[in-house]
């Protein structure tokens, strides 16, 4: 690995890790999604915790997937994610997809926004950020999310 890809990666779970990725996994999802060097640290929180976040941060009063948190973006990435572990369950299920692959979908998206990308901006954004996590997700050997 070149130096410029060194990521510094700083797992938490809120509750039992039990279900939920390991650091191994996370660690090579997020590499995987990082242009250039960075620090991460992803938190996986229950839904109270994860609404807390989204309301108190997006003024938005329920538990959410993903949350980005971006401190820096040059000359290094650093950032958290907040993955709310029940709300990445229930999609996986509503949306037929295993809960792995909607947990490293979700790390790679998280990890591009903490870059940057965006999607809420416009529809021009939106694809360009889609089609980037295609691309890893499928170097990873996972299907496309979208489909």
Known sequence: ???????????????????????????????????????VTIRYVDAEEGRALNRDYRGKDYATNVLSFVYETEPLTVGDLVICASVVAEE????????????????VHGVLHLQGYEHETSAADAEIMEEKEREILAGLGYPDPYR
């Open 92 to 107: 996986a299920v509503a949306q037929r997809k295993s809960v792995e692959a909607h947990h490293a979908h979700l790390v």
């Open 1 to 39: 690995m070149t130096p410029s890809r060194r990521l510094n990666l700083s797992v938490q779970y809120a509750g039992s890790p039990d279900g939920l990725p390991s650091r191994t996994q996370l660690r090579q999802w997020a590499r995987a999604a990082l242009d250039g060097g960075g620090q």
